[in-house]
């Protein structure tokens, strides 16, 4: 970067996420100089002031703003292209797998032993991410590919291959005014409250009421248990059905794909290999 110095720009980042110098250097375990004469180094590289300082507080000026907001993905970035140089020039290097619990449609084990029945086959790390995190580990460079679902997560800058395509269910407490019904239609389901997913946007129908923040299915089944939402979910998801709830197939929902995600700039024999292998599966099941 030729303003910018990735140290002083982790040093301002932690100065700026504490607002406080002192804690920031505790992060950092540095000396309090130390940070201090960093961040006036890069405003000075800069030619802007980024911290309004006073003898009781520390904040950001709307320049220091932008540089919080963006500089973030800049160190995340530079840390990303370090790892890949390591792990391209690495001939031992395993494939890393993110995937959410309960998340692959059973297909998992079949992709594995796919996969390792190739000879260029490598050992997978398998990790487990949240509900809504898995393609940021994919593109940070924490995993080389993810299983995610179509069409909720975002897809922006990877490549994708579609394992399988499966329809969805609406799930129902039990005195539910649908449960004598053996199917559903998105009709049926208007002017229900649907729950909110952490850090997803908002994704149900206009006629929909938004109702409880979740970060899980476990989270979700909770809330419909106490009458606070219904869900509307991909069918391998509520696999093994929970018997105090009800499932309805959702006759006219549009299809939720479960599909084998990596960077678009990644062409790397390792995840080229495992890709072929998990379509291989999916195709033989």
């Known amino acids: 970067m030729a303003e910018l110095e990735t140290r002083e720009l982790e040093y301002f980042m932690a100065v700026a996420e504490h607002l406080h110098f002192g804690h920031a250097a505790a992060r950092l375990a540095v000396?309090?100089?130390?940070?201090?004469?960093?961040?006036?180094?890069?405003?000075?590289?800069?030619?802007?002031?980024?911290?309004?300082?006073?003898?009781?507080?520390?904040?950001?000026?709307?320049?220091?703003?932008?540089?919080?907001?963006?500089?973030?993905?800049?160190?995340?970035?530079?840390?990303?292209?370090?790892?890949?140089?390591?792990?391209?020039?690495?001939?031992?290097?395993?494939?890393?797998?993110?995937?959410?619990p309960g998340g692959d449609a059973n297909l998992l084990s079949g992709i594995l032993a796919a996969y390792a029945a190739r000879p260029d086959a490598r050992q997978v790390d398998i990790r487990f991410g949240g509900a809504t995190d898995r393609a940021d580990h994919v593109r940070a460079g924490r995993a080389d590919v993810a299983l995610l679902y179509a069409p909720f997560d975002d897809l922006t800058g990877l490549n994708h291959e579609t394992l399988i395509v499966e329809g969805r269910v609406a799930i129902l407490p039990p005195d539910h005014r649908l449960a004598s019904r053996a199917e559903?239609?998105?009709?049926?389901?208007?002017?229900?409250?649907?729950?909110?997913?952490?850090?997803?946007?908002?994704?149900?129908?206009?006629?929909?009421?938004?109702?409880?923040?979740?970060?899980?299915?476990?989270?979700?089944?909770?809330?419909?248990?106490?009458?606070?939402?219904?869900?509307?979910?991909?069918?391998s998801l509520v696999q093994p059905m929970h018997p105090d709830l009800l499932y309805l197939p959702v006759t006219d929902a549009p299809g939720s794909a479960l599909v084998l995600a990596w960077?678009?700039?990644?062409?790397?024999?390792?995840?080229?290999?495992?890709?072929?292998?998990?379509?291989?599966a999916a195709a033989a099941r």
């Open 31 to 100: 000396a309090q100089p130390a940070v201090s004469k960093a961040v006036r180094r890069l405003e000075r590289r800069l030619g802007v002031e980024l911290l309004e300082r006073s003898s009781r507080s520390v904040t950001l000026t709307p320049a220091g703003e932008a540089l919080l907001h963006h500089g973030r993905h800049a160190l995340n970035a530079v840390s990303a292209a370090a790892d890949r140089a390591r792990r391209a020039g690495d001939q031992q290097a395993h494939l890393r797998l993110v995937i959410k």
């Open 184 to 235: 559903v239609t998105l009709a049926d389901l208007a002017q229900e409250t649907l729950p909110r997913w952490k850090g997803v946007r908002w994704t149900g129908a206009r006629e929909t009421r938004r109702g409880p923040e979740v970060t899980d299915a476990a989270e979700v089944l909770q809330m419909i248990r106490l009458g606070r939402t219904i869900a509307i979910l991909p069918r």
């Open 263 to 280: 960077r678009q700039d990644d062409r790397r024999p390792l995840v080229a290999s495992f890709v072929a292998a998990a379509v291989e």
